[in-house]
Structures are given as structure tokens and as C-alpha cells.
């Protein structure tokens, strides 16, 4: 009890002492949980998987052969070149090989460009990215990040092209998909689940695509 002349407790001291019987501190009073939502854990694993990439950045031959595969992503020049090999004989097979080419092309580029803008993902960020200067031109992308399109074209196209009980030829497609979409990830244009997402949508666009042929 308070009384004239008797001063009365510092309403910090008392907070402060509710505090400790409490557990918290006054820091801790405003600050938010950490965010565990799935958003968080797809940012926390890309981060992760860029960093392994970390020590390969600035190793010549490294980034010269992610520039020269990304390269041979661009426009489709090397699914193109699969389809002529491909289609070299003239007759059905040819026809075919050109069709499903030309209907992967258009409706891979069609649907990426779609999710692209409603998803409207940033890209990563390139602020501290060291790369060797190997002389070889890599075409700086202009649209969101996800899902990327060199990833999901190059699936869609290895879908498309692929043949049953054709092993070898097969695994020139589908390894020559990943290694583009490697290479996104080194010179990171992309973030990993970007690829991802590329892998997933390119190849189930391409096995309905393959109807065409």
C-alpha cells in the first residue's frame, strides 16, 4: 500500500518482473515466429542447393561449359538439331519428328510464358556472382523466374523425341535436359525449384504432346 509521500512501484520494474515470471523478455515480446511454411522451405532449400554450386563459380572450364549448354538451350537450337538427326530419313518418321517438334515448341513456350506471369517469381540474385570470363555471350533473362523455361522446354522436347526401347538415345535426351537445367542453376538465372518446376511441367507436356506424332 501507498501512502503521501510514499512512492509507488516503477511501472518498468514491474513489467520487467512480469517478464521473467513469464519466460519472455522484453525483446522477445514483439518478435514473430520464424516462418515453417512451405513458401519457406522451397526458399531455404534453393538457397541450400546454390551454395553448392558456390565453389564451382570461377572455375573456367566449369563456366564455360555451363554457358555453352545453356546456349544450346536457347531458341531450341538443340532439340532442332535431334529432330533433323532424327527425321534425316525422308517418310513418316520425319513428318512426325518435325510435327511434334514444332508442337512442343509452341505449346511449351505458350505455357511457360502463362505461368510466368501469373507466378511472377524474382529471379535470384546476382549481386555477388563471380564468373569467369570465358568470351562466350549468355542471354540475360528478362522474364520471371518460375518455373524456368530452358528446363521445361528441354524436358518437353526429350519427352517428345524420346522412343521406346531407344536406351541410348533416350539417355542423350533426358541427360542432355538435366545438364541445361544444371546450367541455370550455375549461372544462377534460376533458382533450383525453378528447375524443378521445369522438369515436372516439360515432361508432362511433352508425354501429351507425343499424341501429335
Known amino acids: ?11 518498468a520494474a514491474v513489467a520487467h518482473a512480469a517478464d521473467r515470471v513469464s ?3 522484453p525483446s522477445d515480446a ?6 515453417t511454411g512451405f513458401l519457406a522451405v522451397v526458399d531455404t532449400v534453393d538457397d541450400r542447393v546454390d551454395r553448392l554450386f558456390e565453389p564451382l563459380r570461377g572455375v573456367p572450364a566449369v563456366d564455360t561449359a555451363a554457358k555453352v549448354v545453356t546456349a544450346l538451350g536457347d531458341h531450341g537450337w538443340l532439340w532442332t538439331g535431334v529432330a533433323a538427326w532424327r527425321g534425316r530419313r525422308s517418310g513418316p518418321t520425319r513428318r512426325a519428328a518435325v510435327r511434334a517438334l514444332g508442337v512442343a515448341g509452341v505449346s511449351s513456350s505458350l505455357l511457360n510464358a502463362g505461368i510466368k506471369r501469373v507466378v511472377d517469381r524474382e529471379r535470384p540474385d546476382t549481386t555477388d556472382l563471380r564468373l569467369s570470363d570465358t568470351g562466350i555471350p549468355v542471354r540475360e533473362p528478362r522474364t520471371s523466374s518460375f518455373p ?3 528446363t521445361l522446354a528441354a524436358f518437353c522436347s526429350a519427352a517428345v523425341l524420346s522412343r521406346p526401347g531407344d536406351r541410348k ?7 542432355s535436359a538435366a ?11 534460376h533458382h533450383a525449384s525453378d528447375v524443378v518446376g521445369g522438369v515436372v511441367i516439360g515432361t508432362a507436356l511433352g508425354l501429351v504432346v507425343r499424341r501429335f506424332r
Do not use: C, Q, W, Y
Open 1 to 11: 500500500m501507498t501512502g503521501p509521500g510514499v512512492p509507488g512501484p516503477d511501472a
Open 23 to 25: 519466460g519472455d523478455s
Open 30 to 35: 514483439g518478435s514473430a515466429p520464424p516462418d
Open 148 to 150: 524456368s523455361g530452358h
Open 169 to 175: 538415345g533416350n539417355a542423350f535426351l533426358f541427360g
Open 179 to 189: 545438364l541445361i537445367g544444371v546450367s541455370r542453376i550455375h549461372l544462377r538465372h
